[in-house]
């Protein structure tokens, strides 16, 4: 197995506003304090705050991504944002094809992909999210439903740079409940098995982080399961405290 060096990512959602950078700072002063994690760290704020969190995050190792662009560069698309929007602002990074984008706005595998393809044009790295509901998985398409949204949404060419793949299975978003370390191993092997046949080398190196409800409390024990190379964390990266206690995963 490839060895990959872990990406701990946060996904604020509509949360945060521009007094919301002491918590970057905060977690940058944690990061600075310590022996340095063996992870990248990442905030995804709202676009609003997206080069406020980046001046807070400046001389540490804090980056900082969008949660959702257009496919677009620009032009007649009223409150969309561009993924050379982001970058402009300092975003190395953006999510696509986030369940809850795919829910509110009926966004389908192709216009995910087309989203990751204007995250690689612009030189962000695309966080691309798949992730079964919970109805798929009482009826055992757990795998299928993942494959599906792979081959969909991933753009050719995709690399271990400019791609990150982050399992989230719908039912454990937000709810407290999580896959036992057994099932994330299963979905995370056949993420990876997808991966390589499509990229080769490059699907071997490529993150696949877990999200859904990744705590301080169960962040070391879901790290540790083979082929989980960091997290997305939704409601406990909101503060430093609880970001950085997952972030001890990789202390
Ligand atoms: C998410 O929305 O990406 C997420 C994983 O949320 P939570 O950690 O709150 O379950």
Not at 158 to 185: F, H, L, M, N, Q
Not at 214 to 224: C, Q, R, S
Request: proline share 4%; charged share 25%; net charge positive.
């Amino acid at each position: 197995m490839a060895r990959v060096k872990a990406l701990v990512a946060g996904n604020w959602k509509m949360n945060g506003v521009k007094a919301s950078k002491k918590e970057v700072a905060a977690l940058a002063k944690r990061l600075a304090g310590t022996q340095k994690p063996d992870c990248d760290v990442l905030i995804c704020p709202p676009a609003t705050i997206v080069s406020t969190l980046k001046d807070a995050a400046k001389g540490s190792k804090i980056a900082i991504g969008g949660q959702d662009c257009h496919a677009k560069e620009s032009g007649a698309h009223t409150g969309d944002i561009s993924a050379e929007m982001l970058k402009d602002a300092g975003a190395s990074h953006v999510i696509v094809g986030h369940s809850e984008r795919r829910a509110d706005h009926g966004e389908t595998d192709a216009a995910v992909r087309a989203k990751a393809e204007a995250a690689h044009r612009a030189g962000l790295t695309a966080i691309v999210c798949v992730g079964e509901t919970e109805a798929e998985r009482d009826a055992g398409a757990t795998l299928k439903v993942i494959r599906g949204q792979l081959k969909g949404s991933l753009p050719d060419g995709a690399t271990a740079k400019t791609t990150v793949i982050a399992y989230e299975p719908v039912w454990a978003i937000g709810t407290g409940r999580t896959p036992t370390p057994d099932d994330v191993a299963k979905v995370h092997a056949a993420i990876r098995k997808a991966l390589e046949a499509r990229f080769g080398a490059e699907g071997t190196k490529m993150r696949i982080l877990y999200g859904g409800s990744v705590k301080p409390a169960n962040a070391k024990e879901l790290m540790a399961v083979p082929n989980v190379n960091g997290a997305l964390v939704g409601g406990a990266s909101l503060k430093a405290e609880d970001f950085w206690g997952i972030i001890s995963a990789y202390l």
